[in-house]
């Protein structure tokens, strides 16, 4: 048994088999593989997920509208980047955690970052199966958008101060 698997027993432990990878060796003994942090569809309450949808479609829109076709090979490499560190897991203890790569892609695009952090987590919604697709904008409004906002005041108060 590897450190990244737990032993968890069926009478103690529900599981969604769209968030965990289980193993079943015994009748009474699951071995988890890895834990998946994103947000899964089914588990916010109706309310929730709209709340999200409604802060991530206005941002998303404002930052499609300031992507600048000059910096799209940029674009690209930092969300292969995004969407290869995310798939990496580091077991800690009982959980597993992953790089988001969203504060730093927000240095690098300002407010591109969160079309580009958006594309990777689709990507990763619909080829791996971390999160949902209706709970997409609850995980933008978590996992992109802090970085955008970051990025983008961190960037504006560099060319202020002719930093970079």
């Not at 997920?49 to 992507?67: E, K």
């Not at 000059?70 to 955690?97: D, L, N, R």
């Not at 978590?142 to 970051?150: C, V, Y």
Request: with cysteine.
């Amino acid at each position: 048994m590897t450190k990244s698997e737990i032993i968890i027993r069926k009478s103690q432990f529900l599981y969604s088999s769209q968030n965990i990878l289980v193993k079943d060796y015994s009748p009474d003994v699951f071995f988890i593989e890895r834990f998946i942090v994103h947000i899964s569809d089914g588990v916010l309450s109706p309310y929730v997920v709209g709340i999200g949808w409604a802060i991530a479609l206005p941002t998303l829109a404002i930052s499609v509208r300031l992507l600048r076709t000059e910096q799209v090979g940029a674009y690209g490499v930092v969300a292969a980047a995004f969407f290869a560190c995310s798939t990496i897991h580091v077991p800690v203890g009982p959980f597993s955690m992953h790089l988001v790569l969203s504060g730093i892609a927000g240095l690098l695009l300002g407010w591109g970052a969160l079309t580009v952090v958006t594309v990777g987590l689709l990507l990763q919604a619909l080829f791996i199966g971390f999160g949902g697709l209706t709970v997409l904008g609850v995980n933008i409004s978590i996992m992109a958008l802090p970085g955008a906002i970051m990025g983008g005041c961190v960037r504006t108060s560099m060319d202020e101060t002719g930093f970079c």
